[in-house]
């Protein structure tokens, strides 16, 4: 099964919390994985950001909305238990508990900004938008789209870009990631070997203790085994053991799959990783807001 969104998530968790004890988020959450047969892998499925699972985050919205309708109530840190209106209402025995049925509490009209029972107001709230994902996800995903669009843009850029252009920002971007020590030294290594195969060469760390080699192709076709087999044997050549191939377009599977029979090391960036990089790294990308997702400070108000 999929992971259920965070409505389907209601009715289980007031009834996990039906005893009338005190339960921990974290309790609920391996309770309500089982009750809904979770795998290991839903239970590890990550939002975008990857620092929460997605089941965890929708069972935490499940509870806020439960408790704003005041049918949950936290009576101690990291804490929930069923009021006396939330047994009321299990008492009714519902089918399900959905934003529909807790919208005929005050309290929740005025937490998702409805001030009627049938739901008008200035700024309504659309249940369908609210069905399916948590404000974190909402937002997440959206920050992935506006990155991958972001990011195609950057890519289409770069490949109207002549060949000397695309080769700065190589080095650029490397320098910016922590190799080569200045853009002046790894400037100067680049574009100067004049060996088969390997278009410059770049410091791994700022005291030079080590080199790597590079192939900045700009491409449009997909980059065979063939060319990856050739720069390795460039490096070999080199006595080289470390190699980056970065291109434009992208490697075949077969190039990907490739691995050579001696020690080298040869890491493959194709265009899409290279935007991504270039967003991380603000190369050729500004920023234009930022948001801050803040939660709830418990320890400042623990010596109330």
């Not at 992971?3 to 309770?31: C, T």
């Not at 995903?141 to 669009?149: C, E, G, M």
């Not at 967003?279 to 623990?302: H, M, P, R």
């Amino acid at each position: 099964m999929t992971i259920p969104d965070f409505q389907s998530i209601m009715l289980p968790l007031m009834q996990f919390a039906s005893d009338g004890k005190e339960h921990s988020i974290r309790a609920a959450v391996e309770h309500l994985s089982n009750v809904f047969n979770l795998t290991d892998a839903e239970k590890q499925d990550l939002l975008p950001s990857g620092k929460q699972p997605v089941f965890d985050n929708r069972v935490g919205w499940a509870r806020t909305h439960l408790k704003k309708a005041g049918l949950l109530k936290y009576p101690s840190r990291a804490f929930f238990k069923i009021t006396g209106r939330g047994i009321e209402v299990l008492n009714a025995k519902p089918i399900t508990i959905n934003i529909q049925l807790l919208k005929q509490f005050p309290e929740y009209l005025e937490f998702i900004g409805s001030t009627t029972p049938n739901g008008a107001s200035p700024n309504p709230v659309n249940d369908d938008l609210i069905n399916q994902q948590t404000p974190e996800e909402d937002l997440e995903y959206a920050y992935q789209k506006i990155r991958k669009t972001l990011a195609q843009e950057i890519l289409d850029k770069v490949k109207d870009c002549s060949p000397n252009f695309f080769e700065r920002l190589v080095v650029e971007l490397l320098v910016r990631m922590g190799y080569g020590g200045s853009i002046k030294d790894a400037g100067k290594a680049m574009g100067k070997t004049g060996d088969e195969g390997i278009d410059g060469i770049i410091k791994e760390d700022r005291l030079g203790l080590d080199v790597i080699y590079v192939q900045a192709k700009r491409w449009n076709d997909t980059v065979g085994r063939p060319e990856i087999q050739r720069f390795v044997g460039a490096l070999a050549g080199q006595g080289a053991k470390k190699g980056i191939f970065i291109t434009t377009s992208k490697f075949s599977i077969q190039a990907l799959e490739y691995i050579p029979r001696n020690d080298t090391k040869v890491v493959l960036v194709d265009g899409e990783q290279l935007a991504q990089y270039m967003i991380d790294f603000n190369l050729g990308a500004s920023t234009v807001s930022e948001y801050q997702i803040k939660k709830l400070d418990s320890d400042y108000f623990e010596g109330e």
